[in-house]
C-alpha cells in the first residue's frame, strides 16, 4: 500500500468519525426499536420509500448531508432553544426548529396521497431523525449555552462539552446499544409503554425537557454517579423515542 493510499484511507476514516460520531447509535437505536414494532406490510411500506437506505442510514441521514450547502436551511431543525421558564412557540427559530419540523413532517405523512414518492421519502427520513433529537434532553434545552456545547467539562479525563457527553460521550463510555433497550422495553409495563405513545410531540418535548434537571447536576470532572444516572435516562428516552416512531409509521402506514 503506498503513502498515497494510507494517507487516504486516513482522510476517509477522520471524514467517517466527523460525519458519523454525532449520536449515530443513539438515532440507530430508536430505528430499530420502531422496526421491531411495525408489522411486516408496514416495514415494507417505508423500505418502499427509502429505497436502498437501511433503516438505520435513514435515520441519520440529516447528520449526514450537514456538509452539502444545498441543505443548509435544515440545520436548525435538529433543536430548540427555550430558556427556563419560557414555554415554547411554533414560532421560535421562525419555525425552524424541531419540534416544529417533527409536527410538520408528520403532518405531512397522515396526508402521503397528496405527495410524490421522493416527497414521501423526504418527510419520512426528517421523522426518523427528528424523533431521536427530540428525545436529546439538550436538543431542546437553553439557547443562554447553545444547549449545552458552551458548557465545558472533563469526562474520562479528557475535555468535552456537555452536548457531546450526552450526544456521544454516556452512549459509548456505558455501552448502550440496542440489546440493552430492547430488554429494558421488555421489562417496562405494557400500561406504561402504550402511554409513551399519547400525547403530542410538544408533550413528548416537555417529558424530555424535565431530564434538564438531572443533566444540569454535573461536576468536572464529571463523577461515575452522574454518568450512570445519565446512561439510565438515555436508554430511556431511546426506548420512548423508539416506540413513538413505531406508532407513527404505523399509524401513517398501517392503514
Known amino acids: 500500500m503506498t503513502k498515497k493510499t494510507v ?17 449515530w447509535l443513539g438515532h440507530n437505536i430508536v430505528a430499530e426499536i420502531a422496526k421491531a414494532r411495525v408489522s411486516d406490510a408496514v416495514k415494507d411500506s417505508v423500505q418502499k420509500y427509502i429505497g436502498d437506505m437501511t433503516w438505520e442510514s435513514a435515520s441519520t441521514w440529516m447528520d449526514e448531508i450537514k456538509g452539502n450547502s ?44 397528496t405527495l410524490t414518492s421522493e416527497q414521501i421519502s423526504f418527510n419520512l427520513k426528517v421523522v426518523f431523525h427528528l424523533i431521536g433529537d427530540l428525545h436529546q434532553p439538550l436538543h431542546v434545552g437553553y439557547g443562554i449555552d447553545r444547549g449545552g456545547n458552551n458548557v465545558e467539562v472533563i469526562f474520562n479525563e479528557k475535555k468535552e462539552n456537555l452536548h457531546r457527553i450526552w450526544d456521544t460521550d454516556i452512549i459509548e463510555y456505558k ?26 410531540v410538544i ?19 464529571v463523577t461515575e454517579a452522574y454518568i450512570n444516572k445519565g446512561a439510565i435516562i438515555i ?21
Open 70 to 113: 444545498k441543505y443548509d436551511y435544515m440545520k436548525p431543525w435538529h433543536y430548540v432553544n427555550i430558556e427556563k421558564g419560557m414555554s415554547y412557540d411554533s414560532t421560535f427559530g421562525g419555525g425552524n426548529n424541531v419540534a416544529q419540523q417533527l409536527i410538520i413532517a408528520i403532518r405531512n405523512l397522515r396526508h402521503k396521497s
Open 235 to 255: 436508554e430511556t428516552q431511546l426506548m420512548t423515542g423508539g416506540v413513538q416512531l413505531a406508532n407513527i409509521l404505523n399509524e401513517v402506514f398501517g392503514k
Open 203 to 221: 408533550d413528548w418535548m416537555t417529558a424530555t425537557r424535565s431530564s434538564l434537571v438531572d443533566v444540569y447536576a454535573y461536576t468536572s470532572p
Open 7 to 23: 494517507l487516504f484511507f486516513v482522510f476517509f476514516l477522520l471524514c467517517a468519525r466527523l460525519t458519523f460520531g454525532y449520536g
Open 175 to 200: 455501552n448502550i446499544n440496542l440489546v440493552k433497550v430492547q430488554e429494558l422495553l421488555a421489562n417496562t409495563p405494557p400500561a406504561s409503554i402504550a402511554k409513551m405513545g399519547e400525547g403530542s
